[in-house]
């Protein structure tokens, strides 16, 4: 997923605890949590949603079946357990009782069945209908052939029932995915009709108001089956550009900026009331220089391989992004591999200047790579640029804006391009799969049009594996074979950095925005030349 970590998994989610800073604010709402968001969201609908921004608000109005603890394993959230029979097509789920929505009702497994065949249906024109598509008899239903979906029932009050048409072995992350919320039955025509502005989920926050283009306010649902949270209300301030936003965080009328720019950050570091303030989380992603694998010189993987060699990545991403991540040894995080992993091709020019010298390239070569429109983005493109020029690779930068961007690279018009990759789910499926499987050449994740039939075997067989140990195992493997071949230029593994007011107490950034829900967020004293914690509500 394009949107779409080197540390162990017990840290992988970065607490904030009480900082010395010491700012303050005489014009904001008390017990509130002021988050800077940079865009209107387009929908808080979950079967619509495709930006983060929108997964992270919908987090805290809605919940899933499952979700992801800590170490990013499944752990139960509205299911309190479930059974999978011994063929693993079919998932038993017994639902928590007393789970109250925002309306007061209770949950029950027919809002669950309603839920996901919501997704399904054609009226609601989800962009995400595969996360539910592995269920039996989705591919009827969503043609309009069948009124209800074959594969999902409900067994009882608290139970439910999916069959699949056949064994896949990260379904259960599937279902922690934010298209896969469960919403009050009662309420899904106002989702569909009204762009989103009447959700009903059973999550730690309600929706109360959208003043869309200037903020988006939640309110604490008091009844939430995990406690209710510590804040009363989180109001989402909407400020497009970064240094308004900064302003605004500089003169305390935002409490939490989640991401700031490599040049904010160097300037704010050098204020000692800042350094405790920061906000730091590795991210499931992966930054890469995507190679067309059918048009040369990418047909040969020397030529892939040299590309590697010349661009020294421990380089720029100390300088250019201020260490705001981790080197790529491979494709995938290291947080999915189960290891950092050894890096195959170290920053050589000599050597990318031999492999370019046994491919026929003794001078080098001209290429254009593709970049969207980004300030930050050129600044690493041009010194990635400046490195490939140091063997003799002559590259143009082409830039475009998203959508063209998108169309170009996912046709096979370009002959390379920069592009990163966020993970859905936290399995490695999710990072080999679309981005290497010959299936899903374009638009479906592998713009790098590579193609191995080994690699397609190994990727279609580790889908039946039921074991953890021997799926992450047979992934590892598999990450090895594709390191390979080359397909593309690894480069990072983006943190994301952001900053916090010191009376911002108990702020913890979770690796994915599905698990973002705030709940033990609390505000502090915001007096200047006090601590923190002092006066803490309810503390």
């Given amino acids: 997923m394009m949107l779409n970590v080197v540390r162990s998994a017990a840290v992988l989610v970065a607490v904030l605890l009480s900082g010395g800073c010491a700012d303050s604010s005489a014009n904001r709402q008390p017990d509130t949590l002021r988050i800077r968001l940079k865009k209107d969201p387009a929908t808080l609908d979950p079967a619509r949603i495709v930006d983060l921004d929108g997964a992270r608000i919908a987090a805290k109005l809605y919940n899933t079946l499952v979700t992801f603890g800590d170490d990013l394993t499944v752990v139960p959230d509205l ?33 669950v069945r309603y839920s996901f065949e919501r997704v399904l249906r054609p009226a609601t024109r989800s962009p995400r209908t595969w996360v539910l ?24 009050p608290y139970e439910i029932v999916i069959e699949l048409d056949e064994p896949f072995a990260p379904f259960l992350s599937l279902l922690g995915l934010t298209t896969a919320s469960i919403i009050a039955r009662d309420t899904g025509e106002a989702l569909t009709g009204d762009g989103g502005f009447h959700p009903c989920g059973t999550g730690p926050f309600a929706f109360k108001q959208w003043r869309h283009n200037q903020w988006l306010q939640l309110e604490r649902h008091e009844a939430f089956f995990c406690g209710r949270p510590a804040v009363t209300n989180i109001r989402y301030e909407i400020v497009p550009e970064d240094f308004t936003a900064l302003v605004a965080f500089e003169k ?23 350094r405790e303030c920061f906000l730091r989380q590795p991210e499931l992603n992966t930054y890469y220089i995507g190679l067309n694998c059918r048009r040369a010189p990418f ?6 391989r040299a590309m590697h060699h010349a661009i020294d990545k421990h380089r720029i991403l100390a300088t250019v992004l201020g260490g705001r991540g981790v080197p790529a040894v491979g494709p995938l995080p290291p947080a999915l591999r189960g290891t950092g992993g050894r890096e195959r091709y170290p920053y050589d020019p000599d050597r990318a200047r031999a492999l370019l010298r046994a491919a026929g390239y003794p001078d080098g070569f001209s290429m254009t790579l593709y970049q969207a429109a980004d300030a930050e983005s050129l600044d690493i493109l041009q010194a990635i640029q400046a490195y490939l020029t140091a063997v003799g ?37 999710n990072f080999l799969f679309p981005l290497f499987h010959s299936s899903t050449v374009g638009s479906g994740g592998n713009r790098c049009r590579f193609s191995d039939a080994a690699v397609d075997a190994a990727l279609s067989g580790a889908l039946q594996i039921d074991d953890p140990e021997r799926r992450r195992a047979a992934y590892r493997a598999l990450e090895q074979d594709i390191v390979t071949l080359s397909p593309m230029v690894w480069c990072w593994h983006k943190s994301v950095t952001g900053i916090r007011q010191p009376w911002v107490e108990q702020v913890r950034i979770p690796a994915l925005p599905v698990m973002e829900k705030f709940t033990a967020v609390r505000i502090g004293c915001r007096h200047e030349g006090r601590t923190p914690r002092e006066g803490v509500p309810g503390g």
């Fill in 393 to 429: 690779i002559r590259m143009q930068l082409r830039q475009l804006e998203w959508s063209a961007f998108l169309d170009t690279v996912s046709s096979g018009e370009a002959q390379a391009f920069w592009l990163s990759w966020w993970a859905d789910y936290p399995d490695a499926e």
């Fill in 252 to 274: 305390g009328d935002l409490d939490l900026v989640p991401e700031i720019m490599a040049a904010d950050y160097d300037r704010l570091a050098r204020d000692p009331r800042r």
């Fill in 299 to 304: 047909t040969d993987a020397r030529v892939r």
């Fill in 133 to 156: 598509s592995r269920i039996a008899g989705a591919r009827p239903f969503m043609e309009g052939r069948a009124e209800r979906l074959a594969g999902l029932r409900a067994g009882g």
């Fill in 79 to 111: 299911a309190a357990s479930w059974t999978v029979s011994a063929d693993r097509r079919t998932y038993t789920f017994f639902l928590r009782r007393g789970v109250r929505f925002h309306n007061g009702r209770e949950l029950t497994a027919e809002d």
